[in-house]
């Protein structure tokens, strides 16, 4: 099992990011994706999720209307366009399909 995110990297508050996952070595389309995040010296939390193929998303509420998680089972890749980002944005950004995990992908917003 493999999921490797990607799309990160350094961005004006204010800015947008589209982060990728992209998995392999399981039926990707049988998983719930989600995205959960980390920022120094915290605890990991959920950021979003999507169900099996995509009619159900839920949001945590410090990015509701922001981010937008979806997925595309032919491509098996989970992606999270997070707009309007500020600097508690600011963390390294996981994919994850049960107990599987990436590796992750830095997102720092800073001007």
């Known amino acids: 099992v493999q999921l490797v995110e990607s799309g990160g990297g350094l961005v004006q508050p204010g800015g947008s990011l589209r982060l990728s996952c992209a998995g392999s070595g399981f039926t990707f389309s049988s998983y719930v994706m989600r995205w959960y995040r980390q920022a120094p010296g915290k605890e990991r939390e959920l950021v979003a999720g999507i169900s099996s193929l995509g009619g159900v998303t839920n949001y945590a509420d410090f990015v509701k209307g922001r981010f937008t998680i979806s997925r595309d089972n032919a491509k098996t890749a989970v992606y999270l366009q997070m707009n309007s980002l500020k600097s508690e944005d600011t963390a390294m950004y996981f994919c994850?399909?049960?107990?599987?995990w990436g590796q992750g992908t830095q997102v720092t917003v800073s001007s």
């Open positions: 994850n399909a049960w107990t599987y």
